[in-house]
């Protein structure tokens, strides 16, 4: 049974950090891509970060310079830095594996929340 299992989010006042993380049972998690999604009331889910079994990074315009994704394969972990947060990105923060190089197998955690508010 595979289970991604995030914690991390909360409630951050603007300028504040954020680090997420994302614990992932039951795949062979070095074989995956991992990412982090979020997804805004009345809004689409969107690409915050990703990281590749490489390590190779891709960035949502939005993430870049201010968010950090890494990720530990021996620990089945992927996690997100967050920086300088700002309220837009307040969201529900999903984390994301996709098996390579087809993508065939996709799977989601159940999200966790991030609220960016003075």
């Known amino acids: 049974q595979v289970q991604l299992v995030e914690s991390g989010g909360g409630l951050v006042q603007p300028g504040g950090s954020l680090r997420l993380s994302c614990a992932a049972s039951?795949?062979?998690?070095?074989?995956?891509?991992m990412g982090w999604y979020r997804q805004a009331p009345e809004k689409q889910r969107e690409l915050v970060a990703a990281i590749d079994s490489g390590g190779s990074t891709n960035y949502a315009d939005s993430a870049e310079g201010r968010f950090t994704i890494s990720r530990d394969n021996a620990k089945k972990t992927v996690y997100l830095q967050m920086n300088s947060l700002k309220p837009e990105a307040t969201a529900v923060y999903y984390c994301?594996?996709?098996?390579?190089?087809?993508?065939?197998?996709?799977?989601w955690g159940q999200g966790t929340q991030v609220t960016v508010d003075s």
């Open positions: 039951g795949i062979i998690f070095s074989a995956y891509t």
């Open positions: 994301n594996a996709r098996s390579v190089p087809t993508g065939v197998y996709n799977y």
